[in-house]
């Protein structure tokens, strides 16, 4: 048997996944790996990961979105339905949360679209906060989570709605999903 060293963080995760008393890191280990209870050579464990992985390949495949447009609508209607939205009492984070999902959901789309969406003379996208400032005194930006984007912030609740929509709008999703939007920041 070999020993090597493994830091603090690493050997509290192993240790949490004690199952029986007196059971060894090498069970553990070989327990989190999917590796047979004993040492074995290691052709066979190869054999037994390829036979484990053509198994998890004759599972049925869940059916993705059919397109793109698809996914980005399943993605909006997904937040649109989360408790996490539905509960967060600042109109601001809820403007950042349907942004991030657009983004996830057509990352390439999004950035297009967004360099059609801006105001008479303001920026509402922008690659980094300072663009975005640079157009007006009273302008406020902040990161869109999970993308490289910031958007402007400061408008009303009803300009957000109306550049959530604008840039929906470029994304060419269905007019009444586009309609629902609107609505939640028209309030």
Same mark, same amino acid.
């Given at each position: 048997?070999?020993?090597?060293?493994?830091?603090?963080?690493?050997?509290?995760?192993?240790?949490?996944?004690?199952?029986?008393?007196?059971?060894?890191?090498?069970?553990?280990?070989?327990?989190?790996?999917?590796?047979?209870?004993?040492?074995?050579?290691?052709?066979?464990?190869?054999?037994?990961?390829?036979? $484990?992985?053509?198994? =998890? *390949?004759?599972?049925?495949?869940? &059916? %993705?979105? +059919?397109? !793109?447009?698809?996914?980005?609508?399943?993605?909006?209607?997904?937040?649109?339905?989360?408790?996490?939205?539905?509960?967060?009492?600042?109109?601001?984070?809820?403007?950042?949360?349907?942004?991030?999902?657009?983004?996830?959901?057509?990352?390439?789309?999004?950035?297009?679209?967004?360099?059609?969406?801006?105001?008479?003379?303001?920026?509402?996208?922008?690659?980094? $906060?300072?663009?975005? =400032? *640079?157009?007006?005194?009273?302008? &406020? %930006?902040? +990161?869109? !989570?999970?993308?490289?984007?910031?958007?402007?912030?400061?408008?009303?609740?009803?300009?957000?709605?109306?550049?959530?929509?604008?840039?929906?709008?470029?994304?060419?999703?269905?007019?009444?999903?586009?309609?629902?939007?609107?609505?939640?920041?028209?309030?």
């Amino acid at each position: 048997m070999k020993t090597i060293e493994v830091d603090d963080e690493l050997y509290h995760y192993i240790a949490s996944r004690t199952q029986a008393i007196g059971e060894s890191a090498s069970d553990i280990l070989r327990r989190l790996l999917r590796l047979p209870a004993s040492p074995q050579p290691f052709v066979l464990v190869q054999e037994n990961m390829i036979n $484990e992985l053509k198994d =998890l *390949a004759k599972l049925p495949k869940t &059916k %993705a979105p +059919a397109n !793109p447009q698809d996914k980005l609508i399943k993605q909006i209607e997904f937040v649109l339905a989360s408790s996490l939205f539905n509960q967060e009492k600042k109109v601001v984070n809820r403007f950042l949360m349907l942004l991030s999902a657009i983004h996830r959901a057509v990352p390439a789309k999004f950035t297009q679209a967004t360099e059609k969406v801006q105001g008479s003379e303001r920026v509402y996208f922008a690659r980094d $906060e300072a663009t975005i =400032l *640079a157009t007006g005194s009273g302008a &406020k %930006a902040k +990161a869109i !989570p999970d993308s490289p984007f910031w958007v402007i912030t400061n408008n009303n609740t009803e300009r957000k709605g109306i550049i959530l929509a604008s840039l929906m709008t470029e994304l060419e999703l269905p007019t009444e999903l586009i309609e629902r939007i609107k609505a939640l920041f028209n309030q």
